[in-house]
């Protein structure tokens, strides 16, 4: 079993930055792959950024590819997600999600999801 707990998510004016945690409850963090959701009030919960256990793969949503990083440091259990040039369409709730096996972009695939953590960009 994997908890996880979101945190650094706030406001900020357009074309800030914000830097989102991710720590991971469990000996066993550096096995999983780990993404990054967002939902924003009335659509889908849609896929950021994921990054596979030994960060040798990573994808990024086109909508944030080259101004979003994800990385993790598993000696600290922990995932992030650097947020650079935000705009106000990146408003939206994002959770952290594990995934016991290799990287996807597909949420079904993941076992583990965080409680979410809003981020609302003003324009």
């Known amino acids: 079993q994997v908890q996880l707990v979101e945190s650094g998510g706030g406001l900020v004016q357009a074309g800030g930055s914000l830097r989102l945690s991710c720590t991971a409850s469990?000996?066993?963090?550096?096995?999983?792959?780990m993404g990054w959701f967002r939902q924003a009030p009335g659509k889908e919960r849609e896929f950021v950024a994921a990054r596979s256990w030994s960060g040798g793969s990573t994808y990024y949503a086109e909508s944030v590819q080259g101004r979003f990083t994800i990385s993790r440091d598993n000696a600290k259990n922990t995932v992030y997600l650097q947020m650079n040039s935000l705009k106000p369409e990146d408003t939206a709730s994002y959770y952290c999600a594990a995934r016991g096996g290799t990287v996807s972009t597909r949420q079904w695939q993941y076992d583990y999801w965080g409680q979410g953590t809003q981020v609302t960009v003003s324009s």
């Open positions: 469990g000996r066993t963090f550096s096995t999983y792959a």
